[in-house]
Every structure is written in C-alpha cells, then in structure tokens.
C-alpha cells in the first residue's frame, strides 16, 4: 500500500507562485505515470497534470498548461508542481497520484493540500 503526503500549499495573491511536493513511501511506484489533480469548491476532483517514469513525458490541463510545470526525483519518490501566475480560479484542494492511467489517478489517495489565490 502506498502512502501519499501533499505539502507545499497556503494563501497566495494572484499573479504568485507555490510549489507542491508529494512524497509518496509504502510499495514504490515503479514505473508509473505521476500526477496532480485538484478539487475546487464545489466541484469534481480533476486532473491538472501527469509525468511518465523518465521525466520526458509531460502533460497538462488546458487550463494550468504554460503556468504549471510538473516534475519528479524517483531517488526521493516525490514528484512535484511548480505553480506560477496563479489565478482565483486555481483555488482548491491539491492531490497527487502515483498510478495514473490517462488522466485518471488509480492510486489511493493522500490528504492534499490546500491552495489558496486571492484576487
């Protein structure tokens, strides 16, 4: 069983930038994809972006693509979002994954982290 723990969120202004890390310990993921999804108030958790085992392979959401940068050290079983010109809009709960299958996380899930855009 894998354990994941999100850290890295809090209140930022609009236009400001968070990085997110995401260790994860338990059954190592191999040579699993990794991703970040988020969960914004009242919404559906959805997927914000993946990375393949090399690193080489990176996608992105439509929304957060050109404004977040995801990347992954498999020494440290961390992958990790870099967030820069955050919006309002990019407020919600911030959970990664270590088993994602297109742009679905199969991994159980941690207690994500929080992030926070004031206008």
């Known amino acids: 069983q894998v354990q994941l723990v999100e850290s890295g969120g809090g209140l930022v202004q609009a236009g400001g930038s968070l990085r997110l890390s995401c260790a994860a310990s338990?059954?190592?993921?191999?040579?699993?994809?990794m991703g970040w999804f988020r969960q914004g108030p009242g919404k559906e958790r959805e997927f914000v972006a993946g990375?393949?085992?090399?690193?080489?392979?990176?996608y992105y959401a439509d929304s957060v693509k050109g404004r977040f940068t995801i990347s992954r050290d498999n020494a440290k079983n961390t992958v990790y979002l870099q967030m820069n010109g955050l919006k309002p809009e990019d407020t919600a709960v911030y959970y990664c994954?270590?088993?994602?299958?297109?742009?679905?996380?199969?991994?159980?899930w941690g207690q994500g982290t929080q992030v926070t855009v004031s206008s």
């Open positions: 990375i393949d085992w090399s690193g080489t392979i990176r």
């Open positions: 338990g059954r190592t993921f191999g040579r699993n994809h």
């Open positions: 994954n270590t088993d994602v299958i297109g742009r679905d996380g199969r991994s159980p």
